[in-house]
């Protein structure tokens, strides 16, 4: 496992290793690595137009042949530390060539091993302690070797190789930290218990949906079933009984809406902790929708859980309002609270902010050791119009919002960099007419990329100011590089190449892939002009100042749009969760209104029930009492076959019933298939002739069991017989026991696709 608490923490592995549960950090490392190739790829081609003229062109070769093989291997996790090896010996075998060679290769290979083992390596003092020595090795060689000028040009290069390096752990260390809570939240055991929960609560809601029906209207029918007198109490309840079923016919389809109110009096009740309730003006408020009542419900239990668990209380304070379109729900407690600078726990990242954003809201938490903890719930209503903002600015909180804890990180290691680069100007402009205006060039960009990325750490730039600044970095480059003269671009002489693109790259991270290219032009122009104009550096020897340039954007835009659409799977998958939190309610309501609309109950049942509660029908006569027990079990009759039966067939089951023989259909969950029609079929053939059957059950196929049967009680032979033409149709069961006959099947699917009644695992 890695852990990884901050930016000083430790982790026992570079990267965790547990296969399919990080997807998004494995995905993070496959970016990262992808950019070490394209950087090999690059150099290469620097490499081959630094030494065209060298005459050494084994010992180039085998350099680029070792560059292009860590470039390569590096792909692949298991092929790691041949990719480390062979850079190695690349960076040895670089201090063999010409020391001009090696001042306008800048380091190049040393750059690209330390990025390497920044990478891939664990951070740790021994690492360090090597790669200092090594450093320090090639150092003193190229002094003793090519004297004081190429050993200054060596330790510059030590000095940017280690600061971007250092960059490079700490951002990616920053990055997995942001991707491996993405990955915590999401991993597949997670959405395997969530999916359980949800499909528990689904079978509650369907269970709650037939208990409701028995209760309401078959006690209502039972009760004048056995009603001997004129009871006004028993017309009340048949009149409310009658007009909800009314109500569930006149409109189907409408979708559940709960009242906030009722839906957090229930929680109050439901929790174990003492709930002081607080809704005032809660008659005024509007209805929020099934996905908001699943978010709401997940999120103000988890809450209320979090103070029965962690705040030492047995009291809590849960407070609703409404303004401005926005609900806000409070859950106070005065616990023990905790450290909030601990960051989210997985129960209240994925509980409570990531649903809650999910129907665009936002919780904030507000605590403190001993103070206790305040939880605020906000979400627009349904109706509510949505706030709208400019593009930039939605990108820029994306990105905050995907990597809050990361931002700080990231830019703190482009002020290193642009550290380095400061270092650079003061060692390449001192001494030179022009190096006065050079470091005040230099000064003034460095101080406002200093407040430009201070400012981004807290908010966003507008489209004018980012057009602003990408006007302002291309003029400090063009005064730089004419400052520094010809031939600066082969060598640290154009060091404000790199400062400016500091600036560009903290812009980058936060914008979009146009807006980065749009920033990044006007000095990609000025670098364009620079090297057209230059008469001694040409385009091979300019091509490591156009990779200073567009590189560090290019990655920084890469990060940072990686590390949104991570966020945007994540809200999306909280958004998918949402919705099947309140699948529950939604499917109580279809699931009602589907039971309550059949034909019977709409047709029959309901009116009969109303004109009982008008008095046109008389309570407590001896036929109003039978005709309610009828009715009573045809109602049972359609909540177990949701509306299968027809007129005709539950004609002959009352006649059968009257005659005393005890006719039952089974109750099952899920919704009724068409294929019900098989054993009603087999149940209205046998109605032909029942003298010698007491008692039929019967089971219909459904979305949750798709078994049938036909169950008789009594001497079978004759019905047997009477069946025997349409059982020569199915691939079904039959079993003779003492004292019943049963007939049974199951539905499945034909080659192509048909759905049929058979079973090929039960024997005729």
Not at 276 to 296: E, H, K, M, R
Not at 442 to 449: D, K, M, R, Y
Not at 718 to 739: K, P, V
């Amino acid at each position: 496992m890695c852990r990884i608490s901050g930016l000083g923490a430790t982790s026992s592995a570079a990267w965790p290793r547990l296969n399919g549960l990080w997807p998004h950090t494995h995905q993070l490392e496959n970016i990262a690595r992808g950019l070490y190739l394209a950087l090999c790829g690059i150099h290469t081609l620097i490499f081959l137009a630094r030494t065209r003229n060298v005459d050494q062109r084994v010992l180039c070769w085998s350099i680029i042949a070792l560059v292009v093989l860590s470039g390569v291997t590096v792909i692949s996790r298991s092929t790691s530390l041949i990719s480390i090896g062979s850079m190695s010996i690349a960076t040895g075998l670089a201090l063999l060539l010409p020391g001009d060679v090696q001042q306008s290769l800048q380091g190049q290979q040393s750059f690209l091993l330390m990025f390497l083992l920044a990478l891939l390596v664990q951070p740790t003092r021994r690492v360090a302690i090597f790669t200092v020595g090594a450093l320090t090795l090639a150092v003193v060689a190229r002094w003793s070797l090519f004297g004081p000028a190429h050993g200054w040009g060596a330790l510059d290069d030590s000095i940017i190789g280690v600061s971007i390096a250092m960059a490079v752990t700490v951002i990616r260390r920053a990055g997995v930290e942001g991707v491996m809570s993405a990955d915590r939240s999401h991993a597949e055991v997670i959405r395997g218990d969530l999916r359980e929960r949800m499909v528990v609560a689904e079978a509650q809601a369907v269970s709650a949906t037939h208990q409701t029906l028995h209760d309401d209207a078959l006690s209502a029918l039972v009760a004048v079933g056995v009603a001997v007198d004129d009871d006004p109490t028993i017309r009340e309840r048949i009149l409310t009984v009658a007009i909800r079923l009314t109500r569930h016919g006149a409109d189907p389809i409408d979708r559940e809406e709960t009242a906030l109110a009722g839906l957090l009096g229930g929680l109050a009740r439901e929790s174990p902790l003492r709930v002081d309730l607080a809704l005032d003006g809660s008659d005024t408020w509007p209805p929020i929708n099934d996905v908001q009542v699943g978010v709401v419900r997940r999120a103000v239990s988890e809450a209320l859980r979090n103070v029965e668990r962690h705040a030492d209380a047995d009291t809590a304070c849960l407070s609703a309002e409404f303004a401005d379109g926005e609900f806000r729900v409070t859950v106070a407690d005065k616990g023990r609270g905790f450290n909030s600078d601990d960051g989210p726990r997985w129960g209240r990242k994925h509980s409570l902010e990531e649903p809650v954003s999910s129907i665009g809201g936002s919780v904030r938490t507000s605590t403190g050791v001993g103070v206790g903890t305040t939880v605020i719930i906000q979400w627009p209503a349904p109706s509510a119009p949505r706030r709208t903002s400019n593009r930039t600015d939605e990108i820029y909180w994306a990105t905050r919002a995907a990597a809050p804890d990361s931002i700080r990180v990231v830019l703190t290691a482009l002020v290193w960099i642009l550290a380095t680069h400061g270092y650079l100007a003061l060692r390449y402009s001192w001494g030179r007419p022009s190096a006065l205006w050079q470091l005040v060039d230099g000064a003034i960009l460095t101080t406002v990329s200093f407040i430009a990325v201070r400012h981004l750490r807290s908010a966003p730039f507008s489209r004018p100011w980012l057009a602003g600044l990408s006007m302002f970095a291309a003029a400090c480059v063009a005064v730089g590089l004419a400052l520094a003269g010809p031939g600066s671009l082969r060598y640290y002489d154009s060091f404000i190449v790199g400062m400016s693109c500091i600036l560009l790259t903290a812009i980058a991270f936060f914008s979009s892939s146009l807006t980065t290219v749009l920033v990044v032009a006007p000095a990609a122009a000025v670098l364009t002009v620079a090297t057209l104009l230059d008469p001694v550096a040409g385009w091979a020897d300019s091509v490591g100042a156009y990779f200073a340039l567009v590189a560090p954007p290019a990655a920084g835009y890469a990060i940072g749009a990686f590390l949104r659409r991570v966020a945007r799977r994540s809200r999306e998958e909280a958004r998918r969760f949402a919705e099947v939190s309140g699948t529950a309610y939604r499917m109580r309501a279809e699931q009602a209104a589907r039971l309550s609309l059949t034909p019977f109950t709409r047709e029959v049942a309901a009116p009969w029930m109303l004109a009982v509660a008008a008095g046109t029908i008389p309570l407590g006569e001896p036929s109003t009492r039978a005709r309610a027990r009828q009715l009573a079990m045809q109602v049972r009759d359609e909540l177990y076959l949701g509306g299968a039966l027809d007129s005709a067939l539950r004609g002959r089951v009352a006649l059968a019933r009257a005659h005393g023989i005890r006719v039952e259909f089974e109750a099952k969950d899920g919704s009724v298939l068409p294929e019900a029609a098989i054993p009603l079929r087999l149940l209205d053939r046998l109605m032909d002739h029942l003298e010698d059957i007491t008692a039929v059950q019967v089971a219909v196929p459904t979305s949750t069991d798709p078994t049938w049967h036909l169950s008789m009680v009594g001497p079978a032979d004759d019905a047997l017989r009477r069946l025997d033409g349409a059982l020569s149709t199915l691939e079904c069961s039959l079993t003779q026991g003492t004292f019943a006959t049963t007939i049974a099947g199951i539905i499945g699917r034909s080659p192509d696709g048909e759905r049929l009644a058979l079973n090929d695992s039960l024997p005729r």
